[in-house]
């Protein structure tokens, strides 16, 4: 039977198209002696990987507490956007008393090196979660993919780990490749009310004077980055998030303001409710509402542009 002419043109066509590839072949694929070319889709992708840009890796910070999980929902909610949320390979939070060292965690690659018996070195950890972060940024950018890792930096400026002890997590990332990052605030005192009230008081003495002094020094570690205010992100949903679009090279999709209540992802921990609105500050209790005239709490409000 006759192929119709429509499939006779598009044979044609992809005959010139193999044509054209053929001579893109490398120094040795000369003579009748070169291996028959692979599909012409094959082709194509190999060629794409080989002139197209690196894709960047993308990064958001955000102290918790701060509206980052709402923020992140939407960055989730982007066409295309895989989130990675609450990333910290070198997170000592999940070797405290109340986790079993035996937990039962498959998937987890890195974990068991943080709780081996035979400590292992930090650098050994920090290659292998840049080897993986490398690996799936280039692995979904070939599907057209984008990933943005949110950090959390909880567990590094919030604890009794000493900060200066390790790297940070937007540190590692820097090795990875073009690192597009930015940093998510909210008024220091909202955030350290909202601790108080979940009960994670994870470092000591804890006071908003200490809290501001780990916050100053989350912002000294990050002080590269462009800084979006929650508030202003509330008050303007669309701007806010067409900011983070730019900073992080992302498109921007205005309807996925609307579908951030049906993303879930861990690190929910605010008050209920999907709307995107500015909310009334909680009751400050008494014993946290002496400290507002401390030095570094009143230092933290005015480098954010906040009254104190």
Known sequence: MTAPPSARRLAADLDDALGLLAGYRGPGDHGDAAEPLPSLLAQCVAMCDGFADPESVRSIHHFACTGGTLLSRCVAALPNTVLM??????????????????????????????RADHRVDQAVIVAAFQAAIAATVAGLARRGQRVVLRDHPHSQFCTDVDPA????????????????????????????????????????????????????????????????????????????????????????????????????????????????????????????????????????????????
């Open 85 to 114: 949320s609450e990333i910290d390979p070198l997170s000592r939070i999940k070797l405290g008393p109340k986790y079993s060292k035996t937990e039962f965690a498959p998937n987890d690659v890195l974990l068991p090196l943080l």
């Open 165 to 308: 002890s390790r790297p940070a997590v937007q540190e590692m990332l820097a090795q990875c490749g073009m690192l597009r990052a930015l940093v998510t605030v909210r008024h220091p005192l909202d955030s350290f009310v909202s601790l108080d009230t979940l009960g994670w008081r994870h470092f000591l003495p804890f006071t908003l004077e200490n809290y501001s002094l780990r916050y100053l020094t989350f912002l000294a570690r990050h002080a590269s980055l462009p800084v979006l205010r929650y508030e202003d992100f509330v008050a303007d949903p669309q701007a806010g998030l067409a900011r983070i679009c730019d900073h992080l090279d992302l498109p921007f999709e205005p309807l996925s303001i609307d579908l951030n209540g049906a993303i879930q992802i861990s690190g929910d921990s605010g008050r209920s409710g999907n709307g995107i609105a500015p909310r009334p500050r909680r009751t400050v209790p008494p014993q946290i509402e002496a400290q507002r005239g401390d030095s570094r709490y009143t230092q933290l409000c005015a480098q954010l542009g906040y009254d104190p």
